[in-house]
């Protein structure tokens, strides 16, 4: 596929190495069309960088690796119509790290950023997984032993089954993505980051994760 | 111990009934001397009822089983006179069912409903635990399989291994009790209960817990 990753932080990094290793054709999105860091990736991974509007414009999937904080700004500089009719993948976190770390998780009005991302996007199809865990443990949940998930909510079936789909070429057993409804189950999975946050401060490691057995 | 546990709901009866089963003297408090619920669970386990002030007054260590939005209020009936000095083991969750099922999480002002707590009663030695699972599981974790945890916080490290102690004493093993440091980390376990109840509307079932296991 001809994928777009926003944003050029380690989690979009990640993501972009993991999709050009599988054989999609990837494109590191930023603020700037000289961005130093994505065009460093892109030599590295032979694979292209620019501007947020010009990697949506030519993908076929779109990921949104930017802050949550900054989400919303980053997709209008990709432009609704880049958006439109596209899988849209959240990987974000509201995470303000002005008052130093660890970060607080901010609570948007909209519920959700995916949820506020969604509003503000009504023809992009946003798929929330990911942002539940560190960038390491996404592309290979092999990391950490155990059955441990990761999670999926959108409103749009045939979005999660495309993004279920690339789960599993992570190496995602399919009895481990977990399919929680509708984008509104996106407020619970952001909601967990204080969880995860207070966790990685008691492990001393982000190389962990959420697994949930029951009886 | 002479315990007291305020709360006459489900939780509140099976934590009174596992620690009666366990050898302590417990009495269930309830806004009023005559809960019919409470002069029944009372008589079934040959223990004592009575007002929140006089469960708690007669009590070494107070747990509040009480909703999350009405803790304040309870506690105060106790009376902080009652509280003084005692480690009070908080499980509750800010459960709004106002607008139906599944009910909202509030998001106390200060923080989360423990830091409330520890707030209004600063003689009282507050511990966040087992607010992260259905009350079956609090008191019997061999319910559900894996190696799920029970997380605990507060600002007083003696009380804190009290409360491990009446952990261990339910069946938890040491290593699946995560200490997660001081009371503000309440936020964080407050704050998991959305994907909670996403994730018992997808299992259909409430017998479920969290584990995170690490690399």
């Known amino acids: 596929m001809?994928?777009?990753?926003?944003?050029?932080?380690?989690?979009?990094?990640?993501?972009?190495?993991?999709?050009?290793s599988l054989g999609h054709e990837v494109t590191l999105g930023s603020r700037s069309a000289d961005h130093a860091g994505a065009k460093e990736w892109a030599a590295?991974?032979?694979?292209?960088?620019?501007?947020?509007?010009?990697?949506a414009s030519g993908a076929e999937l779109v990921v949104n690796a930017t802050g949550g904080l900054?989400?919303?700004a980053a997709l209008e500089a990709a432009g609704a119509e880049n958006l439109d009719g596209k899988v849209l993948v959240d990987v974000s976190n509201a995470l303000d790290f002005s008052q130093g770390v660890p970060p607080r998780v901010a609570q948007p009005e909209g519920g959700s950023v995916a949820e506020e991302i969604q509003r503000a996007f009504p023809g992009a199809r946003v798929v929330k997984t990911l942002n539940t865990m560190t960038?390491?443990?996404?592309v290979d949940p092999g990391r950490v032993p155990g059955a441990h998930v990761v999670f999926v909510c959108g409103n749009d079936a045939e979005a999660k089954a495309v993004v279920?789909?690339?789960?599993?070429?992570?190496?995602?057993?399919?009895d481990r993505i977990l399919d929680?409804?509708?984008?509104?189950?996106?407020?619970?999975?952001?909601?967990v980051l204080p969880l995860w946050?207070?966790?990685?401060?008691?492990?001393?490691?982000?190389?962990?994760?959420?697994?949930?057995?029951?009886?």
């Open 135 to 138: 960038n390491t443990v996404m």
């Open 44 to 55: 590295e991974h032979r694979s292209a960088h620019g501007t947020f509007a010009a990697a």
């Open 164 to 174: 279920t789909d690339l789960l599993k070429s992570f190496g995602w057993p399919a």
């Open 180 to 191: 929680l409804g509708d984008l509104a189950g996106a407020r619970a999975t952001e909601l």
């Open 70 to 72: 900054v989400s919303l």
């Open 197 to 215: 946050l207070r966790l990685m401060g008691t492990f001393g490691t982000a190389e962990f994760n959420f697994a949930v057995p029951k009886a």
């Open 2 to 20: 001809r994928i777009a990753v926003l944003g050029t932080g380690e989690v979009g990094r990640r993501l972009g190495s993991k999709l050009v």
